[in-house]
């Protein structure tokens, strides 16, 4: 009972009675001047007529300590209940404030395209700034002090101005996590043709994920993005599904040199494809390299091999090659060991090549395990 710290996570739901209230009012007295976690679960039947009623009772219980707010999550089914909670806090500071999430789980086609500012008051320690499913126009917080911002999928890209004005408003962010259909095509496919870029000096983390692969998104983010310290970068494919093939042509984009990148992740790519886009030259820092149901994962990692003698070599830095059983066909095996075993004749040798599965399940498969056990070292990281 004098612990208050055990009392400060506050959850509000969307169905709940007069108990449930009573029972908020009483975590917020035990918590004292404890630093409150908000999470807001408005998923309801529909026709549900008490929603709004029971919503409101609980925001007078809460917003009164809006200044002890440390972290909100909001989790719902419907656009426009997003407004409800939403709404309320358009004009409040909250000064202790660091994370702000919004998911919007329906996929409606008619949403409410509604401009909102919410804490327009202040929120000068706001760092982590999450939108899934929503228009990040319709939760904008201020975002002046960011350090780490994620824009999922919305139900319309953004645009383009609006995208780079979010991105450079704060001096400290340190990481992007952006799905690539957030921003709208047509105008980053024309920001890319004309070399124009983004600088993000703070950068030390993207990742970017799309639908399918390639897409242009990926290559015109890559290369409007100018992050001179980015130390790791994740590149997600996602899983196939059916769509027309895109009309029109590849843009050869002018991609730029990553000198601090010591981590790429891939996952569902067509690695063939990448070994053509992306000049492996430009990744002189890189230590960990991983692949995720990358089947073609070895036409990247082929290019450890030069194909001309005495040329430099590519990725001296490299340690670590991380893979999952998926990302490495049994035919492939002899070409990584040809790989890692031509790094140790130059003297850049390859520390290990780690397996993202039971130990079990790769002395299982046989002869797939042994001759890279020969040659390198095998770790499991499942």
Known sequence: MHTSFLWSSILVLAESGEGWRKLIQLMIKLSRSHPLDITVELFRMDGDFRFKDILNFQLDVIIPEVSR???????????????????????????????????????????????????????????????????????????????????????????????????????????????????????????????????????????????????????????????????????????????????????????????????????????????????????????????????TAISLLNNLIPTVEGKAVIWPLLQVISLDVGSLPDADVDRLCKVVSHRTQCGKPIECVRFDTMLVDLIACGNYVRPLRDCVRVETSW
């Open 69 to 295: 707010w440390k972290r909100i999550s909001y989790l719902g089914w419907w656009y426009d209940d997003g407004f409800l909670f939403l709404k309320p806090l358009s004009k409040l500071s909250a000064p202790l404030l660091e994370v702000l999430e919004v998911s919007v789980e329906t996929d409606e086609e008619l949403f409410s395209d509604e401009h909102l500012c919410v804490f327009a008051g202040g929120a000068p320690l706001l760092s982590r700034f999450h939108v899934d499913g929503m228009k990040i126009t319709s939760c904008l917080p201020p975002i002046s002090s960011l350090t780490s911002l994620q824009l999922d999928i919305a139900p319309e890209p953004i645009d383009l101005a609006l995208f780079k004005e979010i991105l450079t408003a704060s001096s400290t962010l340190t990481h992007i996590q952006i799905h690539g259909d957030v921003v709208n095509e047509d105008q980053l496919f024309e920001f890319a043709a004309n070399g124009q870029t983004i600088d993000l000096p703070s950068l030390c983390s993207l990742w970017l994920e799309a639908d399918i692969y390639p897409k242009h998104q990926f290559f015109g983010l890559i290369s409007i993005l100018r992050c001179p310290r980015l130390e790791v970068m994740k590149i997600t494919a996602g899983l196939p599904v059916d769509r027309p093939p895109h009309s029109r042509p590849r843009h050869s984009y002018e991609l730029p040199i990553y000198t601090s990148l010591r981590s790429l992740q891939l996952s569902y790519i067509d690695c063939t494809q990448l070994g053509v886009d992306l000049d492996v030259t430009k990744l002189p820092a890189l230590t960990h390299i991983t692949f995720n149901q990358c089947p």
